[in-house]
């Protein structure tokens, strides 16, 4: 398997653009989280979803994020309309059963600057 | 409120030594914990799980200790080599679903020759 795979790697905006980052989770996996990553805050769980739903979106910052799961393997966040304090690195991950404690699997990750 | 702490200051050690990273955690009896290790520019990958009833586990050259009296995990590496140079996460689910991790912020460790 290839992994999780995030596009696109790289994404330079100006503010008050709209941003759509995209995920593919590792096939047959039915959790599938997205984080956000900054030196200040740290790893922080925005919104996670199981077989296709979304469970806890307690973590997205405000309205202006949004984050969909259409089918068991894509999903997208979305930030509309972006702010310089977006800047950060967008993690998505995937899981395997609906147990407790499953491993994460974390894709490469998408690096944002909102300018 | 819920917290995991590492220590933010950078770990430098000689190679061969054994380098032991903490993890505390307050107002919370998780279920199990697990540690991650991050290359820069790279995704966080899973190294070894813990759970409550578990005092120690193992892994090649990696070791976990899981205190739920102290709340505390420590995460040994010996005959630590420079390959072994990362951020190390410490991660737990501190709300009982089984799901939701929340992330320590790492602890930078520097394996020297």
């Known amino acids: 398997d290839a992994g999780v795979i995030q596009s696109p790697r790289h994404e330079v905006t100006e503010m008050g653009q709209e941003v759509t980052l995209r995920c593919k989770p590792i096939?047959?996996?039915?959790?599938l989280f997205w984080y956000r990553q900054t030196m200040m805050r740290g790893l922080e769980l925005l919104i996670y979803?199981?077989?296709?739903?979304?469970?806890?979106d307690s973590g997205m910052p405000e309205d202006r994020f949004s984050a969909k799961m259409p089918n068991a393997s894509f999903s997208t966040l979305k930030i509309q309309p972006s702010e310089p304090r977006d800047s950060a690195v967008y993690f998505c991950?995937?899981?395997?059963?609906?147990?407790?404690?499953?491993?994460?699997?974390f894709g490469p990750g998408t690096r944002l600057t909102v300018l | 409120s819920q917290k995991i702490e590492q220590n933010s200051e950078a770990l430098n050690i000689q190679e061969g030594k054994t380098a032991t990273l903490t993890c505390n955690y307050t107002n919370y009896s998780p279920a199990y914990l697990q540690w991650y290790r991050q290359d820069p520019g790279r995704g966080p990958v899973f190294l070894l799980l813990i759970r409550e009833n578990e005092k120690e586990k193992r892994k090649e050259r990696l070791k976990v200790t899981f205190d739920t009296t102290l709340k505390q995990s420590l995460f040994h590496i010996t005959a630590s080599q420079p390959a072994d140079s990362a951020t190390y996460l410490c991660a737990l689910d501190l709300t009982g679903g089984g799901n939701k991790l929340t992330f320590g912020t790492g602890t930078q460790l520097k394996v020297e020759l």
């Open positions: 096939s047959g996996h039915d959790y």
């Open positions: 979803f199981n077989n296709n739903v979304p469970i806890d």
């Open positions: 991950a995937s899981s395997g059963t609906s147990g407790e404690g499953d491993t994460q699997y």
